[in-house]
């Protein structure tokens, strides 16, 4: 038959319960707060690369615009105009 746990067993019970959610609690946070750290970081980096991208986009195209201009002044001056 199943004797049940004194008074002080049940509370020693709870309170290594009560520690053991604690633990749990406390690494939850801390990789809540990692994982906060690395999305920022994350997001950085890729507005970085973004705006780096966009940049040279901007460059190959005014290069572009640059060189198709030359083209046309070399094969008829009067399009200039």
């Not at 199943?2 to 008074?7: F, G």
């Not at 002080?8 to 750290?37: C, I, M």
């Not at 507005?47 to 572009?64: F, I, N």
């Amino acid at each position: 038959m199943n004797k049940l746990p004194s008074v002080s067993e049940t509370l020693s019970l709870l309170d290594q319960l009560k520690r053991v959610v604690q633990g749990f609690a406390a690494r939850e946070t801390e990789l809540d707060q990692e994982f906060r750290a690395r999305k920022a970081a994350e997001a950085r980096s890729s507005d970085a690369a973004g705006k780096e991208l966009a940049q040279q986009h901007s460059d190959r195209v005014a290069l572009a615009q640059v060189n198709a201009h030359d083209e046309r002044s070399k094969q008829s001056p009067l399009l200039l105009r």
